[in-house]
């Protein structure tokens, strides 16, 4: 008998078999979101998949589950460890927040609990002050940061996040040490921190600063990041003001799949979601909601996360 | 006086579907158990994405108005508080039901609910500008202040004695320290990966109301089966009416208090019809009836919920600074149309922003409506048999708690939280102090200690905390709730000693 119910398990099992690249997908595919409903990685997440139904995309829909909490780590440790790496279950990423958690302990992934499929979008951080700060350029920040070192406060949407890379970035490079303030309730009660005062300067999200400054609440005074951001060709970056900050504070948010997801169902999906993030109904909608998009493949986002994983060890040695 | 002129907008044959299906869908979605109105709008948005800005704001704005409506029928009902706004319905209008007066409550409830939506909404109207600037003069002392003062109030709410109130708002402070903490990123008390993200507070709240009252049914048994059946009251809506116009002081103080609270970015609607329901009892003439089917007690929360909608989009159409999490939704919604809350919003786009705005409020009458109408009907639930009826709540609670993210850990913890609270009310402490204790720990000590790390920067803790107006002003509340505590339990202490050396 229990020979019996072996043997048809394993008929079972050869019945359903390795998925096959030219059938993948047969039925509708989930993509985990770890932060909320209305946040800017699931309402980007949302743009970006709604044309997986077409013929030319993956011929089937993506569904966003969200699995917020803890900054990210509830999600993501959530598919590293539980979820089927069948290529059916998806996930946003984002860099630097993964990484930098991981290198920090406490959670059960790394970049090598993941393999990326493509990336959407670039977020840059961006320092912003009040409206009717004194501050006018990075110069009058640092300036003022070297002249009160532990003074300056600078609220952020949390630790090992961009914005807190970013600086700590620039803390680095001017021999500054400000007073980073870390927010609960992510961006947006960063940059309430900002208009209403209670700080002095803060880091946020290229595109939410945008916003503030369009209604004039804020003023923006660098980008770091490697060039001028599109929305705001008038902004120097952080380079271009003297402060050697890089890219990597860069919040970049992308597609991935868990670590043993069968190589030609990654290929295809390699193949194919960049092309589906490259819809011209995409990249409007991306462009109405004021989100930079950033679209690269999975052999630039491996070389991404390497790089990411490398300056963040140096960075976060320290702390 | 510009939102007159843009009324026309709101009934346009397909402005207007929109808007009776999003009342309607509203009402249904928060009526469901484990849907929040922060669910529900992100529900509704892939929707938007073919509409006209205006319609999906139209869309959007209902189902908010609605949802926090709608909560309060299996709150009343069922005793499933539908999002953290309707805690505060449950503690009388669950009560209500039982003594088969679940059709008034309803009524009453959809009734505060509108004057309270309307009130919101006419002052996010009329008053922007003016709570634009209030909303941003409160720091992080200041919130640390106010959910101390949300604190003050658990020792008298829904609880027979203050030391049993103190000790299960405390267990609920422990429980919200679970988790990642927010701002510093380390572990506490993670034993499970499912408690990794702290405890949900929806999840939780339907363990701790529902699972108690599901085990006591089940504990019953099946005999005296056909004695539980409850009579149905009939209850005319002009009668419901009526009483409402009696109870100005708890509709008045419920109103006011939502809108005050609701303004608050990060407080918001969770507390608001906790703090209001305490305040109406404090003030009111009968404070013994509150927590035994009393009507004011439903009146205060339910105008409180829902006049703390139109408040809390103040700082999100003015700022563009989501105050709440379902400000936060509608942000994306109109964002995906291009549009920029903030003075854009209201100079480039009129339309959007008037339309949307009064959407809400006809959408306020549309509810009652709806509301009035459903009541009667949905009072006869109370009718269903006590074994029957302990099934189905079951099943609710497990479809609500899994249904919040996806999740069955938010289902084991709904098990263990519930199961915990059956003991725990057995030696007569509530469910209410103890969700009050959860909501706001996270609040006070995430402000205590961003607030302390600007302070260490700039002024020093000391005076970061303790001076300023605001400040002072919030202490003094602080001291004033304590201190009518204290006296009002000496005052009931030595009257019982009385009484028992007469007896």
Same mark, same amino acid.
């Given at each position: ?34 932060? /909320?409903?209305?946040? =800017? ?11 997986? %139904? ?30 089927? =790496? ?12 993964? !990484?930098?958690?991981?290198? &920090? ?39 003022? $940061? ?50 209403? /005062? ?36 008038? !902004? ?17 948010? %992308? ?12 290929? &295809? ?51 | ?96 039901? &039982? ?64 030391? &049993? ?6 267990? /609920? ?53 056909? =004695? ?153 639930? $109370? ?78 803790? =000391? ?41």
């Amino acid at each position: 008998m229990k020979r019996m119910i072996a043997g048809i398990a394993l008929a079972l099992m050869s019945l359903t078999g390795p998925v096959v690249a030219e059938e993948f997908p047969e039925r509708p595919i989930m993509m985990m979101v770890s932060y /909320g409903a209305g946040g =800017a990685t699931d309402f980007q997440a949302r743009i970006v998949t709604m044309t997986s %139904g077409n013929e030319d995309a993956l011929g089937m829909p993506i569904a966003i589950i969200n699995k917020p909490g803890a900054g990210g780590r509830v999600g993501w440790n959530w598919f590293a460890t539980q979820a089927e =790496a069948d290529g059916y279950t998806l996930a946003a990423y984002n860099v630097p927040h993964f !990484i930098a958690q991981s290198i &920090k302990g406490g959670v059960e992934y790394s970049t090598d609990s993941f393999e990326p499929i493509a990336n959407w979008g670039a977020d840059p951080a961006v320092f912003v002050v009040g409206a009717d700060s004194q501050f006018n350029s990075m110069e009058d920040v640092v300036a003022y $940061a070297k002249e009160n070192p532990g003074k300056l406060t600078v609220s952020g949407a949390g630790l090992f996040v961009g914005h807190h890379i970013a600086a700590l970035q620039i803390d680095k490079a001017a021999g500054t040490k400000m007073a980073y303030i870390p927010t609960k309730g992510g961006g947006a009660a960063a940059m309430k921190a900002v208009i209403a /005062g209670e700080v002095m300067g803060g880091i946020n999200n290229l595109s939410d600063a945008f916003r503030a400054q369009e209604a004039g609440n804020v003023k923006i005074l660098g980008v770091a990041d490697l060039e001028r951001s599109s929305f705001l060709p008038d !902004i120097p970056t952080m380079m271009e003001q003297g402060l050697d900050v890089d890219n990597s504070s860069v919040n970049f948010r %992308g597609v991935m799949v868990p670590k043993g997801t069968p190589q030609d169902v990654i290929d &295809k999906l390699a193949a194919t979601v960049p092309e589906m993030f490259a819809n011209d109904r995409v990249t409007k909608k991306m462009k109405a909601g004021g989100s930079p998009m950033h679209i690269m493949t999975r052999d630039e986002v491996k070389e991404m996360w390497a790089q990411r994983q490398q300056t963040l060890n140096e960075l976060l040695a320290g702390l | 006086m510009e939102f007159i002129y843009y009324f026309g907008e709101v009934f346009t044959p397909l402005s207007f579907l929109l808007l009776l299906g999003g009342t309607i869908g509203g009402l249904i979605l928060g009526a469901t158990p484990g849907l929040s109105p922060t669910m529900a709008v992100a529900l509704l948005i892939p929707f938007t994405f073919q509409l006209e800005a205006a319609q999906g704001l139209i869309l959007l704005g209902a189902a908010y108005t609605s949802t926090v409506a709608g909560g309060a029928v299996s709150a009343i009902l069922l005793k499933i508080p539908g999002a953290p706004a309707n805690i505060a319905t449950t503690l009388d209008g669950h009560t209500m039901a &039982k003594q088969g007066q679940g059709a008034r409550a309803l009524q009453l409830s959809f009734l505060a609910s509108a004057v309270g939506g309307v009130f919101g909404v006419l002052l996010l109207i009329f008053l922007t500008p003016v709570l634009a600037k209030w909303a941003l003069a409160f720091g992080p002392s200041h919130l640390f202040w106010l959910a101390i003062l949300g604190v003050t109030v658990i020792g008298t709410l829904d609880s027979p004695s203050v030391v &049993k109130g103190l000790l299960s708002g405390c267990i /609920g402070l422990w429980l919200a320290t679970i988790g990642f903490d927010d701002i510093m990123g380390a572990q506490r008390f993670i034993f499970h990966p499912a408690l990794g993200g702290g405890i949900n507070i929806i999840a939780a709240l339907i363990g701790l109301f529902a699972i108690p009252q599901v085990l006591t049914m089940f504990a019953k048994g099946r005999h005296n089966k056909g =004695a539980e059946v409850i009579e149905v009251q009939r209850h005319s809506i002009l009668a419901a009416i009526r009483e409402l116009t009696s109870r100005t002081r708890a509709l008045g103080i419920g109103t006011l208090t939502g809108s005050i609270i609701g303004l608050i970015p990060g407080v918001g609607g969770q507390i608001a019809g906790l703090v209001a329901y305490d305040q109406t009892k404090k003030f009111s003439a009968e404070k013994d009836k509150f927590g035994t089917g009393h009507s004011e007690g439903v009146i205060a929360a339910e105008s409180a919920n829902n006049a703390m909608v139109g408040p809390s989009l103040v700082p999100l159409l003015t700022l563009s600074i989501p105050g709440s999490p379902t400000a936060a939704v509608l942000l994306g919604g109109l964002l995906i149309h291009g549009i920029f809350p903030g003075s854009d919003l209201f100079d480039n786009h009129p339309d959007v922003a008037w339309t949307f705005i009064n959407s809400m409020l006809i959408g306020q009458v549309l509810m009652c409506i709806f509301g009035l109408y459903v009541a009667g009907l949905a009072a006869r639930v $109370a009718q269903v048999p006590q074994s029957v009826m302990a099934a189905i709540v079951l099943a609710l609670s497990v479809f609500g708690a899994y249904s919040v993210q996806g999740s069955m850990g938010d289902v084991y913890v709904m098990a263990c939280l519930g199961i915990s609270m059956f003991f725990l009310e057995r030696f007569g402490f509530s469910a209410a102090p103890l969700v009050l204790g959860l909501i706001l720990g996270p609040i006070a000590e995430a402000n205590f200690i961003q607030g302390g790390m600007i302070a260490d920067a700039t002024v020093g803790k =000391a005076s970061y905390f303790l001076t300023g107006g605001l400040n002072l002003l919030l202490i003094a509340v602080v001291l004033a709730s304590v201190a009518y505590s204290v006296w009002m339990e000496l005052l009931h202490r030595r009257y019982t000693t009385k009484e028992e050396a007469q007896a």
